[in-house]
């Protein structure tokens, strides 16, 4: 199926920044008061849900946006060292070029992602809903409709976690996994997604009739 409008979500979706979470991981667990992970067996942490990386962690939800907060402005610091995965550039023109809208939804400051995005790339997308916690995406992705005036019904949210599924699902669009970013695609499979990409090319399939 064919999308009109293909809203993102920002970190391990356009940006390959979990290399950076890991090394800034435990700096914001020291700072915050939860526990400390292992960052040589971090990689099994991307199996479980949002929620059960918290409870491992023993980071209760009222200490999220603070601690979100300290990712934010830590990442500020080293947003020039934050790549986007590969492919992502000539992608998001492809769809565009096919006539599919975009828009970003994320819990990272719009400062963060335009300043990842560079300045060619930030124009792309023609709404920027961002900041918010990773549970509330959904009245923003309700927002983007609003504002674009494209019905649920042809929209998708892409995204890399349980929560973004969670999101999508509230906000009565389709949900598009990808399988590069902080959660594999066999974890998403849990979330039931509409689409799968396994490649960033694949993305290209969303303007595709």
């Not at 500020?76 to 790549?83: K, L, S, Y």
């Not at 998001?92 to 400051?109: F, P, Y």
């Not at 509230?170 to 396994?198: H, N, Q, T």
Request: include cysteine.
């Amino acid at each position: 199926m064919s999308y009109r409008l293909a809203i993102f979500d920002f970190d391990g979706t356009l940006a390959d920044s979990f290399p950076f979470f890991l090394s800034v991981f435990n700096q914001i667990a020291d700072r915050h008061g939860f526990k400390r992970i292992d960052v040589a067996r971090a990689d099994s942490l991307r199996h479980h849900s949002v929620r059960e990386m918290m409870r491992l962690v023993g980071m209760p939800a009222w200490k999220l946006p603070t601690a979100s907060a300290s990712f934010i402005a830590l990442m500020r610091e080293h947003a020039d060292d934050i790549p986007l995965f590969d492919g992502i550039g000539p992608t998001l023109r492809a769809l565009m070029d096919g006539g599919v809208r975009l828009a970003i939804v994320s819990s990272n400051s719009e400062h963060n992602v335009r300043r990842i995005l560079g300045p060619d790339m930030a124009a792309l997308p023609g709404v920027y809903e961002c900041g918010m916690s990773i549970f509330g995406k959904a009245g923003h992705i309700r927002a983007v409709l609003r504002h674009t005036g494209v019905p649920a019904a042809q929209a998708i949210y892409i995204g890399d976690q349980d929560t973004d599924a969670a999101a999508a699902r509230k906000a009565g669009v389709a949900f598009g996994a990808v399988g590069w970013g902080y959660a594999p695609l066999d974890a998403l499979r849990r979330c039931s997604p509409d689409i799968e990409f396994a490649s960033v090319p694949e993305l290209a399939k969303l303007g595709k009739k």
